[in-house]
């Protein structure tokens, strides 16, 4: 059974930061890929940063240089570290995981997490 229980959201003011956390089981990260989505209200789903099984990693160009993916070296924890947040990142943020394949199709990972809201004010 795979689950992803995020967790580390809250409020924060412009320039802050917060590192969310991500529990994973069922699915092994040598296999898998793993990252982190976020959703705004009224807006679509934005892949934000995600980790190959080769250890490569890609942020969306919004994210670049403030946001930082990784793994403990158990495999078991995914990290968001997210600094100098702007009211813009606002949003529910979401694990995720898929073969490679899969997690960058149309379609999008099969596992997610329940999500966790990161709110910056101004």
């Known amino acids: 059974q795979v689950q992803l229980v995020e967790s580390g959201g809250g409020s924060v003011q412009t320039g802050g930061s917060l590192r969310l956390s991500c529990a994973v089981s069922?699915?092994?990260?040598?296999?898998?890929?793993m990252g982190w989505f976020r959703q705004a209200p009224g807006k679509e789903r934005e892949r934000v940063a995600s980790i190959d099984t080769d250890g490569s990693k890609i942020y969306t160009n919004s994210v670049k240089g403030r946001f930082t993916i990784s793994q403990d070296d158990a495999k078991t924890t995914l990290f968001l570290q997210m600094n100098s947040l702007k009211p813009e990142d606002t949003a529910m943020y979401y694990c995720a995981a898929d073969l490679v394949l899969r997690y960058y199709s149309d379609y999008g990972p099969r596992y997610w997490g329940q999500g966790t809201q990161v709110t910056v004010s101004s």
């Open positions: 069922g699915v092994a990260f040598r296999t898998h890929t």
